[in-house]
């Protein structure tokens, strides 16, 4: 299964290679989401080291709905799911292919707003293994829930529209905590940053299950 | 009006039972809630919103299960009647999600001194599993084939259902991130009438669930069946255009069954 998952992964990286519309379009929308939050907050650097962990992860979220829509444009765009599952490739193997390609995309995303925000924000970091580890896991909730909404939203006219409504909910949760974990992380909030992390564990797992098992019924209709 | 047809209504002897019994039950509750039951040492006269929150909160829980069950066996036996019940009691849910988010701002103000705390991670994701249900009947809206719309929609109602553990358990998890304290029912502090009286009000909330699931799973069942009348009619109308071969969907297919 993996390997095969790892060929969809290659696909879709060598694709966003080719095409580079995540250094081209998406990267650059992610900084502008940063400069806008600093005008939006009337340029107040104490404000903005406060909210500077909740705007990391919205900004994400922001972020990765583009990033959803274009793993779904790849597949839907002249029927290349048909092909896809057509070679014999597991739906599972798709979905986990695609969440890693996925993954990564995201994760390249976060360093660069992270290195963005430390610098604009004048943010100082006290705990970097909870950064990283809170980054690894929330990432990981996004992207397994991101590429099975991405696909139940999609072919029905209205996927731009029905994405963030399905899409954030679910998400919610993890926002607030990956934003608490963030808090502890920068010293600017008084949580115990690793609790959180529990609750980050428990909604990535469950999404990732839930994405394995049911991906396969979503994508016969694709 | 004369009864031509059954199906053409939603009412039968068990939902009649059942909305008389509502109709003494909840003047009942309310005589029990606001004039027999004492008012608590901590809450006050606060303590009376747990008739309805508590049972509210539970049913709520029970409705988004049952959508999860539903759609779990929407995806295994691709039944109508198990996704027209999974989408029924998502809509309950749905309101009694909302009630208890009301009710519990209600009762917050005086105990918690806030209408809100966004620390609190139960209030915090039954708001969500509020969100998710609104947008699993946003694409229950979609004009799309039932079919697919039923099978995309199964999916949300799966991972709505599975987030009820984590609504239900948080407090438990991250006891230092939570107003809330521990369950009112296990921790042996309610006594006497003020146990009756949540106990009547389970009784009635769960009647009310019954009633409402009920009289809108048979008008699911109804506008599923306008809706495939009306497919089929305009199908077989171009077959016999054309001459060409048959419609292959499960509800039509289930609905020849019948």
Same mark, same amino acid.
């Given at each position: #299964?993996?390997?095969?998952? @790892? *060929?969809?992964?290659?696909?879709?990286?060598? +694709?966003? #290679?080719?095409?580079? /519309?995540? %250094?081209?379009?998406?990267?650059?929308?992610?900084?502008?989401?940063?400069?806008?939050?600093?005008?939006?907050?009337?340029?107040?650097?104490? $404000?903005?080291?406060? $909210?500077?962990?909740?705007?990391? @992860?919205?900004?994400?979220?922001?972020?990765?709905?583009?990033? /959803?829509?274009?793993s779904v444009d790849v597949e839907t765009s002249d029927s290349a /799911?048909?092909?896809? #599952?057509?070679?014999?490739?597991?739906? $599972?193997?798709?979905? %986990?292919?695609k969440t890693i390609g996925l993954y990564i995309q995201l994760i390249i995303l976060e360093a660069l707003l992270f290195v963005v925000m430390v610098v604009l924000f004048d943010l100082s970091v006290v705990n970097y293994p909870l950064v990283v580890v809170s980054a690894v896991v929330t990432t990981l909730a996004i992207s397994s829930s991101g590429t099975l909404y991405g696909v139940i939203a999609s072919g029905l006219g209205v996927r731009e529209t029905l994405l963030p409504v399905l899409f954030l909910p679910v998400l919610a949760p993890a926002v607030i905590g990956a934003t608490r974990a963030f808090g502890?992380?920068?010293?600017?909030?008084?949580?115990?940053? @690793?609790? @959180? *992390?529990?609750?980050?564990?428990?909604?990535? +797992?469950?999404? &990732?299950?839930?994405? #394995?098992? &049911?991906?396969g019924n979503i994508l016969e209709d694709t | 009006m004369q009864r031509t047809?059954?199906?053409?209504? &939603?009412?039968s002897r068990g939902t009649r039972f059942m909305g008389i019994s509502l109709l003494l039950g909840l003047p009942t509750l309310l005589i029990f809630s606001f004039l027999l039951s004492p008012a608590d040492d901590n809450m006050d006269d606060a303590v009376r919103l747990i008739y309805v929150h508590v049972p509210m909160a539970v049913f709520a829980y029970v409705a988004i299960i049952i959508t999860g069950i539903g759609s779990v066996f929407y995806l295994w036996k691709k039944s109508r009647w198990w996704d027209t019940v999974a989408h029924a009691s998502a809509e309950i849910g749905l309101i009694f999600c909302g009630l208890v988010l009301v009710t519990g701002s209600i009762w917050g103000r005086p105990t918690w001194n806030t209408w809100w705390e966004w620390g609190d991670v139960r209030l915090v994701t039954t708001l969500v599993l509020f969100l998710m249900i609104l947008g699993y009947l946003a694409l229950r809206q979609v004009p799309a084939n039932p079919d697919l719309k039923a099978k995309r929609a199964s999916v949300v109602g799966i991972i709505a259902a599975v987030n009820i553990p984590i609504v239900n358990r948080s407090v438990e998890w991250w006891e230092n991130s939570t107003l809330h304290q521990k369950s009112s029912l296990t921790d042996g502090k309610l006594e006497n009438l003020t146990l009756f009286t949540l106990f009547l009000g389970f009784i009635i909330v769960g009647i009310s669930y019954l009633w409402l699931m009920t009289h809108r799973f048979r008008v699911g069942w109804l506008t599923a069946e306008i809706e495939i009348a009306g497919i089929s009619g305009v199908i077989e109308e171009r077959l016999n255009e054309g001459n060409f071969g048959d419609g292959n969907s499960s509800y039509q297919q289930e609905d020849e069954v019948q």
């Open positions: #299964m993996f390997r095969d998952a @790892w *060929l969809v992964t290659k696909k879709d990286l060598l +694709i966003e #290679m080719r095409s580079r /519309i995540l %250094v081209n379009q998406i990267a650059p929308y992610t900084l502008l989401i940063l400069v806008l939050f600093g005008f939006a907050l009337d340029a107040d650097t104490e $404000t903005l080291r406060d $909210t500077g962990p909740g705007l990391f @992860w919205v900004s994400t979220l922001l972020v990765a709905i583009l990033a /959803i829509q274009r /799911i048909d092909r896809l #599952m057509l070679s014999g490739i597991s739906p $599972t193997s798709i979905y %986990v292919g502890d992380a920068f010293g600017r909030v008084n949580a115990d940053g @690793w609790a @959180w *992390l529990g609750l980050l564990s428990v909604i990535a +797992i469950v999404y &990732t299950l839930v994405g #394995m098992l &049911t991906y | 047809e059954k199906q053409e209504f &939603t009412t």
